[in-house]
């Protein structure tokens, strides 16, 4: 399905956003009122259930306006072709919708707004049609090598470029390999797209102009979970495109996990220990599922079916291990020098921790194991610097001719 957007659909997208968040601020406010007029464990007075009721009455005004301009707004942008255009520029909109879907995503598929992003491959920034007569139409370039760019939560295609340098364009362009991005909504489950990105592999291996020899996909940040978990269903389903991945390249991926989605889902179960907060609560689950996936860095669908993703029950995912028969490398970013103290250096790039982004567990059954001439640790860096760090580039090119 194609993500081709016209400017009148997007900002359709953006009015039905705002009418449902002002439906939920609507619903958080009498939440609140409610619980002042009616204090925990205190009965109720006939005076305070006339007060509620009144409310009541107001909020239920604001509902139904809101729902009524939504819609009428929703009408009138439909004839409109241009105003988005006007109002930031083709990559703005991108970056900002590619936050969205991360924060969102899910919820955004589960509405059918316009703003969510459907996953493709684009090879040149043009979406790549897996059709074998268009490929050779859309890409100047057809190798037998493929290399693949996963990107990371809230991140898009484009974000690869930092700081005018593009790992893929200059590694490709090196080694002559066909580059393809990966554009997806990652605010969905991360085996979701896990299991959407085996299909489209397999389709694009049967589909290439030429007989595909390998694949090497570089992955970022939560790209790397997204592609151990579209390896691991491809192999368990013996998908052909997984016999031609030769190697994985992992950069700041929080294999176990990331230590700020844990601190912001007890902050959630803070708030709802608190009676006064507790209707505040309610914000902390704007949270989409690929984010408290993050959580402990789960693949599987049994990691999350039927488990409340907002519950604090502890890392209770199956352990996958790094695929057999591909070389998969390892590069971990720390913010602080190598010269400062291990417990300094234990945040590595201030979203990932340094043990998480290595794979090391307290579990040894739950390790990843590296082999250690496959990993790289590069010092005075953050989690996006990974993305044009010139020292991460040369290591790339060291694994590339290995």
């Known amino acids: 399905m194609s993500n081709k957007k016209q400017p009148d659909s997007q900002l359709q997208g953006i009015t039905r956003l705002v009418v449902d968040a002002t439906l939920e601020v609507t619903d958080l406010v009498e939440a609140m009122h409610r619980r002042i007029v009616h204090p925990p464990l205190l009965p109720s007075t006939p005076v305070q259930h006339l007060i509620t009721d009144i409310a009541g009455m107001a909020y239920k005004n604001i509902r139904w306006s809101s729902k009524f301009i939504g819609k009428g707004a929703d009408m009138a942008l439909g004839k ?24 969102i995503g899910d919820y955004l598929v ?12 684009k090879n040149e920034g043009k979406e790549l049609p897996l059709k074998k007569k268009k490929i050779k139409e859309t890409s100047t370039a057809v190798t037998d090598k493929i290399l693949l760019m ?37 605010g969905r489950h991360i085996s979701t797209n896990g299991q959407e990105l085996t299909t489209l592999l397999e389709q694009l291996v049967k589909e290439w102009p030429v007989t595909v020899k390998e694949i090497t996909i570089i992955a970022h940040s ?37 230590s700020l989605e844990r601190a912001g889902n007890y902050v959630e179960v803070i708030l709802k220990a608190i009676p006064y907060a507790k209707p505040f609560a309610r914000l902390a689950k704007i949270r989409g ?44 970013g720390v913010a602080v020098k190598e010269t400062a103290s291990k417990v300094k ?36 860096t953050n989690h996006v610097g990974l993305l044009s760090n010139p020292k991460v580039y040369t290591q790339l090119k060291k694994w590339m001719t290995s």
């Open 222 to 258: 939560m790209g790397g979970l997204v592609t151990r978990s579209a390896v691991h269903y491809g192999q368990q389903q013996k998908q052909t495109w997984t016999k031609k991945l030769n190697k994985i390249v992992f950069l700041g991926t929080p294999h176990h996990g990331a």
């Open 80 to 103: 409109l072709s241009s105003v988005l255009g006007t109002i930031k520029t083709k990559d703005e909109r991108q970056v900002t919708r590619a936050l969205l879907n991360g924060l």
């Open 110 to 121: 589960k509405t059918d707004n316009p703003l969510k992003i459907d996953m493709q491959f």
């Open 150 to 186: 996963v990107h990371g939560s809230c991140l898009s295609d484009q974000q690869w470029t930092q700081n005018d340098h593009n790992h893929g364009v200059a590694l490709a362009k090196e080694f002559n390999k066909t580059l393809l991005f990966l554009n997806y909504n990652s």
């Open 289 to 332: 599922a690929g984010v408290t996936d993050l959580r402990y860095g789960n693949l599987l669908d049994e990691d999350w079916q039927d488990i409340d993703q907002h519950a604090i029950k502890g890392d209770q995912r199956t352990h996958v291990p790094l695929p057999e028969k591909v070389a998969s490398y390892n590069v971990a």
């Open 345 to 380: 250096q234990r945040f590595g790039d201030n979203l990932v921790s340094t043990k998480s982004a290595l794979g090391i567990h307290r579990k040894s059954s739950k390790k990843l194991n590296f082999k250690e001439e496959n990993i790289f640790i590069v010092y005075e």
